[in-house]
């Protein structure tokens, strides 16, 4: 059980074993859950379908690049005869 300390401007810092009980990095954010009995509840707030989420996500399943002109033919192939 940790002690936290309230700031002037009425803000407290969590320590460094509370975030990573929470699996929380900076930035992250938190929802607090007001319960009975002058008690709070935190949870960390997961982002669902970030972009960070998807950027990656294909790394290791390339096997060669592409050019702009391949992918324009591809392109121009998958939409022939659709109109």
Known sequence: MSTLTITAKGQ??????ALQH???????KV????????????RPVKPEGSIE???GMFKDKVTRTVSI???NQVIADGWAGLL
Request: no cysteine.
């Open 53 to 55: 989420s998807f950027i």
């Open 31 to 42: 929802q607090v859950d007001y319960l009975p009995g002058d008690t709070l509840s935190l």
């Open 22 to 28: 929470l699996g929380l990095q900076p930035g992250d």
């Open 12 to 17: 407290i810092t969590l320590k460094k074993d």
């Open 69 to 71: 002109e391949e992918m």
